[in-house]
Each structure stands twice: as C-alpha cells, then as structure tokens.
C-alpha cells in the first residue's frame, strides 16, 4: 500500500511542476518582454576630431555649423543648414541662412534660436560651446578639417550624417582621381621644397599637416622642414630661423600668406635683401621662390584640393598645364 502511495505523489508532484511551467512559472529569459524594454535604435553614432562618440537619434533636419568652410561639403553630400558663420566664402545657397558671428566669435543666443538638432564645430576654435550645447540636449560634432586626409574624413562624416553614404564615397574616389591624374603628370623626380607662412607678425615654417604640406606631400615633393619640432600651439607649423633654411637648403619655397599679398611679397623681399645668408640657397639664386593663393592655401579648400594641388603643380611645371 506504501509503495503504490509513493507512485501516487510521485505522478501527482510531476503534474503539479508541468503546470506551472505551462503557466509561466520556468526560466524568465522565456517570457516575452514589454515592447516599452526594447532597446530603441538610433540613427547614426559618430566618431568626431576630439575622439568623442556622438550619437544621433534621428537624421539632423536643423543642423548649424560654425565653419564656411563645412558648407560645400556638406550640401555636396545632401546636407542643409539652418544657421551658419560671417564669412566672404559663404556661397550662394547659404547666404538666406542665419548668420551665427564668426567662426572664432560665435554667439551664442543667436546659434541657440536656430533651434538645431545638430551643431557641427570647428575643432581648435569651438570646444567652448560644448558644455551649453550638451546643457540644451544638442548634439555637436567638433571637425577638423586642413589637410587632405582631414577633408576626406569629415566627408565621410557628413555624408552619415545625412544618410548619404555613397554620395560621400563617390565624392571622395573623383577628388582621388583628380589628384592622381595631376600627379602622374609631373616627372619622377624629388624636388626639395620649403614651405614659409608669412603674416605681419613674420614667419614661421609648414609642416606636412598643413595645407601646402599635404599638397607637396600628394604631388611627392620632399619637404625640407619634415621632422622638425611643431610651435606649441600650433601642431601644423615649425619655428622659422634663417640658419636652419639654409642648412636644409631647399631648390624651391613656396610662401603662404595672411594679409594683404602685396604687403607679404615686399616684406619677404626686405627680409631677403637684408640678410646675404638668403642668396646661398638654391631657391633663391635660382628664382624658385613661388607665392600661393590665398584662396586655397590660407583656409582649407575643403573639397577642392585638387585645385589647390594642380596650382602648385603649374607653379613649378607650367609646360604640362598649357
């Protein structure tokens, strides 16, 4: 009798643990979870200049940028803005746009009643935004955009921002082509170059970071000044010393400039003539000395660096740009 009373309970505790699995009583990791835990997918994540991982919710319908510079890239890749910088390079499609201040002024007030939803920033300039725009819940990218590698960067950038990924792409691989297709053009030959900076405050040196840098550096000129010790402050120049100039003894100067051109060419020719040391270099006693234009070598041309690389390239082969 005990034995068939054990068999009884034992059938009788299996029912009761099978209907409570029915039930939902067994594993939680089973159970359907409340749409309301979902995990809610953002639209894009992007890493900007400061190493910052900036999450986007949607796609940005106002966006504001404080650069000039960002706009042609960006409208290029299927971006519009509802606020932008003072500036003389604002093209045409943007000058109906909120005027911001300048780059290296922006106001504040003025940026934030443009309502946006995104801010893109320039990087060495407006980190001293982020803290309201992260107050008002605005997300802002901090760009830098120089040299070439830079551009193409921050085109991969905007073109994630407005969901246009293969506009960005193709833009990239016409400005490659059009660089390399200059480039083969010139003789397999190392020119030596040095690159000067001249404003009214004097001189200073180009590394290969800079604008004229990486154009030298795409169309394989050797610049004089690579491996030097970069200005505190200033990642893309080196200081400038007469002495080093003629040690590193270049066949060819290019000379950027800030300022009034006319006032930069006299004071570079006072400078020459006031110091003999000059005459001793190559590029001088050779009358390899070349000015660049401000248009593209002052700010970055953003996406018009071949430009910026087939005007270097003439100032040194005319004959094969006739």
Not at 18 to 29: L, M, T, Y
Not at 157 to 172: A, M, N, P, R
Request: proline share 5%; net charge neutral; charged share 25%.
């Amino acid at each position: 009798m005990k034995t068939t009373w054990r068999i009884f309970a034992t059938i009788l505790c299996a029912l009761m643990l099978a209907a409570a699995i029915g039930c939902g009583g067994g594993n939680a990791s089973t159970e359907k979870k409340p749409e309301s835990a979902a995990k809610t997918e953002s639209f894009a994540t992007l890493k900007d200049d400061l190493g910052r991982e900036v999450t986007l919710a949607k796609k940005p319908e106002r966006i504001v940028v404080t650069s000039a510079s960002f706009l042609e890239p960006l409208h290029t890749v299927g971006g519009d803005v509802v606020g932008r910088p003072d500036s003389k390079s604002v093209p045409d499609w943007a000058k109906d746009k909120t005027s911001i201040g300048r780059v290296y002024n922006v106001d504040l007030e003025k940026l934030l009643a443009c309502a946006p939803d995104l801010v893109i920033a320039n990087k060495g300039m407006n980190e001293k935004l982020l803290q309201t725009l992260e107050i008002n819940k605005i997300p802002c990218l901090v760009v830098d955009m120089k040299n070439y590698k830079e551009v193409k960067n921050e085109v991969r950038i905007f073109s994630q921002v407005t969901g246009e990924k293969e506009k960005g792409e193709t833009l990239i691989k016409n400005m490659d082509d059009k660089i390399k297709a200059i480039a083969d053009r010139l003789p397999k030959e190392k020119r030596r170059v040095a690159i000067l900076h001249s404003t009214a405050q004097g001189l200073s040196v180009q590394l290969d970071t800079s604008i004229a840098g990486s154009t030298a550096k795409m169309l394989g000129f050797e610049n004089v000044a690579s491996g030097m010790t970069a200005l505190e402050g200033n990642p893309d120049a080196a200081p400038y010393s007469i002495e080093t100039l003629v040690e590193q003894n270049p066949e060819i100067i290019f000379v950027t400039s800030m300022g009034k051109l006319d006032e930069i060419k006299r004071g570079m020719e006072e400078t020459i003539a006031s110091n003999p040391a000059w005459q001793t270099i190559p590029a001088v006693k050779n009358g390899k000395m070349y000015y660049l234009s401000q248009e593209h070598f002052l700010l970055s041309p953003g996406i018009h660096y071949p430009d910026a690389v087939e005007e270097m390239a003439k100032l040194i082969y005319p004959d094969l740009f006739k």
